[in-house]
T-cell receptor, first 116, second 113 residues
Framework: GAVVSQHPSRVICKSGTSVKIECRSL??????MFWYRQFPKKSLMLMAT?????????EQGVEKDKFLINHASLTLSTLTVTSAHPEDSSFYIC????????????FGPGTRLTVL | SQQGEEDPQALSIQEGENATMNCSYK?????LQWYRQNSGRGLVHLIL?????REKHSGRLRVTLDTSKKSSSLLITASRAADTASYFC?????????????FGKGTLLTVNP
């Protein structure tokens, strides 16, 4: 149980295009979802926290107009990287929480974004 | 800034040996968790230890927590080649919203067959 999926698993796009990444909780309802970014051989950096039906809370230094997050249902959150540039290339990982407590956070398999 | 700092950054051992990784943090915490990540994959939760616990076991894993030193260790006994992965500690900052995890930089463990 507690499976989180991400789609796509990898995407290559041209500079200037927008890319949408989906994060789904497959067998539970996620009131809170988290989006992380990970550079090669580095740790995970929390980008934002999203609660179903409300605006996401972004971490300091993360551009909310650049990284649009929508959590429209209890099983789906999306991250849209707008006008992507090569520096946005990274590994994006989502996690989902049932009650908003960190000890129930389940991670997706990640999405590798490469911007040419 | 990173809450957790693991050491060593990289560890290479032979199959059958034990592997010990350490994590230090700076602020008070509610709990500390260890995760494993295979290259290019998502995170797998290994174990959670609460701030009022000192030691926890799960299979070949043993985690200790010393809140006075703000440090934790992860011991993997009788290592296997399949244990090769990056290992991260993550803290739930008790001074924060209790909703966020702060990850350390990770230890890359290589178990040679």
């Amino acid at each position: 149980g507690a499976v989180v999926s991400q789609h796509p698993s990898r995407v290559i796009c041209k500079s200037g295009t927008s890319v949408k990444i989906e994060c789904r909780s497959l067998d539970f309802q996620a009131t809170t979802m988290f989006w992380y970014r990970q550079f090669p051989k580095k740790s995970l950096m929390l980008m934002a926290t999203s609660n179903e039906g409300s605006k996401a809370t972004y971490e300091q230094g993360v551009e909310k107009d650049k990284f649009l997050i929508n959590h429209a249902s209890l099983t789906l959150s999306t991250l849209t990287v707008t006008s992507a540039h090569p520096e946005d290339s990274s590994f994006y990982i989502c996690s989902a929480s049932i009650s908003g407590r960190v000890d129930t956070q389940y991670f997706g398999p990640g999405t590798r974004l490469t911007v040419l | 800034s990173q809450q957790g700092e693991e050491d060593p950054q990289a560890l290479s051992i032979q199959e059958g040996e034990n592997a010990t990784m350490n994590c230090s943090y700076k602020t008070s915490i509610n709990n500390l968790q260890w995760y494993r990540q295979n290259s290019g994959r998502g995170l797998v939760h290994l174990i959670l230890i609460r701030s009022n616990e000192r030691e926890k076991h799960s299979g070949r894993l043993r985690v200790t927590l010393d809140t006075s030193k703000k440090s934790s260790s992860l011991l993997i006994t009788a290592s296997r080649a399949a244990d090769t992965a990056s290992y991260f500690c993550a803290t739930d900052d008790s001074g924060g919203s209790n909703y966020k995890l702060t990850f350390g930089k990770g230890t890359l463990l290589t178990v040679n067959p």
